[in-house]
């Protein structure tokens, strides 16, 4: 039958690849915290079921954990008669919501130079990888080329 987290993330307008269903958050205000300090740095789109009584203070929440700029959608009484998406701040809200949140966006990587990345793969030549596997795994960590990675070494041993 219908499903109100999959309703809710497919009209959220949120990316719906991945996804992770967190559920009722906590009442205990420290395990709260605790748990949405744990998933600031969630990628994925998040999930949350809320009752009405603890919606605002739970948005709140949210904001304080995740910052203002994350996109939230609100959807209540999903797959009942009454259900909609809509935004709460003048009326108090009524019904359960699932709750649909933006996940964090990726930091965006710097630019790294030749020599920094050949430093890197010494580094990982250093903790035991040989120079082709360090070169292989500098190369995906950075996006450097590879046969730039592997001269930048050998040049390095001389």
């Known amino acids: 039958g219908p499903c109100a987290v999959i309703t809710a993330l497919s009209i959220s307008g949120l990316p719906t690849g991945r996804f992770c ?10 395990s709260r915290q605790e748990h949405l300090a744990g998933l ?23 904001a304080n954990a995740f910052g ?5 959608s609100l959807c209540r009484e999903l797959t009942k008669l009454h259900e909609e998406v809509a935004r709460y701040t003048e009326n108090a809200p009524r019904g359960e919501f699932v709750v649909v949140v933006e996940g964090a ?3 965006p990587v710097e630019a790294i130079t030749l020599d920094a990345g050949a430093a890197l793969v010494r580094a990982e030549m250093e903790k ?5 596997d360090a070169v292989k795994l500098v190369a995906k960590q950075t996006g450097l080329p590879r046969n730039a990675l592997y001269e930048a070494a050998l040049q390095d041993k001389d």
Do not use: C, W
């Open 40 to 62: 600031q740095q969630e990628r994925r789109t998040m999930i949350f079921y809320e009752a009405p009584h603890k919606l605002l203070a739970t948005l709140k929440d949210l």
């Open 21 to 30: 269903f967190e559920g009722f958050l906590s009442i205990n205000k420290k």
């Open 105 to 107: 966006q990726q930091a």
């Open 68 to 72: 203002a700029d994350r996109r939230v």
């Open 128 to 132: 035991g990888l040989s120079k082709k």
